[in-house]
């Protein structure tokens, strides 16, 4: 059947609410309707190809309808599409649990599945929560809160949203949620502490060994995405952060709870960016790239010490008391499975790294733009930060949407990139070919130059 674009578009608007959106601005606006993918491209209803920039909100990893996870999934369904976890075991999750543990940092040895990122991070606060709850040492259990960084970003439920940053999703919310400590971003172009990059010493972890100093005995864990806090609009620690972040939290007795949701699965050009400074979290939060983008699932790992913890007879209540009716899912968990083969068949890491070079070349360029202030680059994760004025560095104002004009105009010329702010983000697919990453590159460029250059907005 051929599908109608124009009745889709009013359908949508009739009865869509969509995420993090204004609904009237989006119902005064076109709708572009995506019917399929091929690879790194998005189809829409009536034919027309797009280059796939932010990977489907950062989940494909090998491109869309790729033969292998599909097929997985269809092998899969054939057998069965959902059994519970709660009091069952299926294959899939068994044999993904073991692939997890294997691959991801030592010292993870246990899998508990959900399925998005917010959940993967909600389990992980309850599960460090109650960690300290029922530890033998009464003094320990005063460890109730968390410690985050200021433009944090870990989900959108309440425990998530009260680890992130205070922007106006908290501020919205703020009656709902529960408090914690905040330590500065690494946010270096506009050091929230004043200092010159490269020049500041790491003031900012000194921040953090202060108010762990001060305050450990009610501190059960902090919470930190591994160097790049994406939806911040890629903020990037530099080398050496993260590491002195797990040796803060070991030297105050701190879990650590690196949340690789966005990060995961290559994003940063290693399989999880935590091995880029040999870092060991206590508890490890997955999902987007998990299934490779094809469905929702999520996973928290954890140490041997944590899991040891909770075990006890029933009338102890040491359980953990959560689970969601789709954990596990067989689906979900065999295409993890197949993506996480793929990734090893295809040595998808060099691919990335490779990859990684060429858009670090291909960004140079960028830099001659009038109103390009600063960009920020780890693997295939971009954020181009544009600026009303260069040498001061201020901001364009939010009512100029000077993101929403790039990537507007980037979509007119094919390709499918979302800012977060005033930074433009490019979150390739990353399975990307050099040609696609260089399309990329290109139409990025003009559209930056087109919108921030074009008249009316000559620099100042
Ligand atoms: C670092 C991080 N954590 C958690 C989440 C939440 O994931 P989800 O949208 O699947 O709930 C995101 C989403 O962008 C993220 O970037």
């Known amino acids: 059947m051929k599908l109608d674009n124009a009745q889709l578009a009013e359908w949508d608007k009739e009865y869509v609410w969509h995420p993090f959106t204004q609904m009237q601005t989006w119902n005064a606006a076109d709708t572009l309707i995506i019917e399929r993918g091929e690879g790194c491209y998005l189809i829409d209803v009536l034919g027309n190809r797009y280059l796939d920039g ?29 059994s519970t976890l709660l009091g069952l075991a299926n294959v899939p999750s068994i044999q993904l649990a073991k692939k997890l543990v ?32 029922q530890h033998i040492d009464p003094q ?19 425990g998530t949203i009260s680890v992130g940053g205070k922007g106006s999703v908290y501020t919205t919310y703020q009656d709902l949620l529960f408090e914690g400590y905040r330590v500065p971003s690494p946010y270096c172009y506009r050091c929230p502490l004043g200092h010159e990059q490269n020049q500041c010493k790491f003031a900012c972890l000194q921040v953090v060994d202060d108010i762990m100093a001060e305050h450990h005995q009610e501190i059960s864990a902090m919470i930190i995405e ?17 590491k002195k972040i797990r040796e803060l939290c070991i030297k105050y007795n701190i879990l650590m709870i690196a949340d690789e949701v966005a990060v995961g699965f290559g994003r940063t050009g290693t399989l999880f960016a935590c091995e880029q400074e040999e870092v060991n979290p206590d508890i490890m939060c997955l999902a987007k790239g998990l299934t490779g983008g094809y469905l929702p699932l999520a996973a928290t790992l954890t140490t041997e010490t944590i899991y040891q913890a909770f075990l006890g007879e029933t009338r102890e209540c040491k359980t953990f008391f959560h689970g969601h009716t789709f954990t596990g899912n067989p689906v979900g968990c065999a295409v993890a499975l197949a993506n996480i083969e793929v990734i090893e ?4 890491i060099q691919h990335i790294q490779d ?8 960004l140079e360029k960028f830099k001659s733009l009038s109103h390009v202030g ?4 780890r693997g295939l994760m971009v954020g181009i930060e544009l600026v009303r004025n260069k ?14 004009q790039v990537i507007s105009e980037a979509r007119r010329h094919g390709l499918i990139i979302r800012p977060s702010g005033n930074v433009i983000v490019l979150m390739p697919v990353l399975a990307i070919s050099e040609d696609q990453l260089q399309q990329v590159i290109s139409i990025t460029y003009e559209a930056i130059k087109n919108v921030t250059e074009g008249s009316g907005n000559e620099q100042e």
């Open 140 to 158: 320990q259990r005063k460890k109730k809160k968390f410690i985050s960084l200021e433009k944090a970003y870990h989900g959108d439920t309440v």
């Open 226 to 242: 591994p160097l790049v806090q994406g939806a911040a609009g890629m903020i990037m620690a530099p080398v050496g952060y993260l």
């Open 355 to 362: 990859l990684a070079q060429i858009l670090s070349s291909g």
């Open 102 to 133: 294997e691959i991801t940092p030592s010292g993870l040895t246990k899998v508990f599945y959900s399925d998005a990122g917010a959940t993967a991070v909600e389990i992980a606060l309850k599960i460090a929560f109650q960690y300290w709850q």
């Open 54 to 82: 932010t990977s489907s909100l950062w989940v494909t990893v090998h491109g869309h309808a790729h033969p292998i996870l599909t097929q997985a999934i269809k092998d899969q369904v054939d057998k069965i599409a959902h």
């Open 374 to 377: 600063n960009i920020r680059q």
């Open 391 to 404: 040498q001061t560095k201020e901001p364009y104002t939010l009512e100029e949407t000077i993101g929403h």
């Open 345 to 348: 068949q295809t040595q998808l």
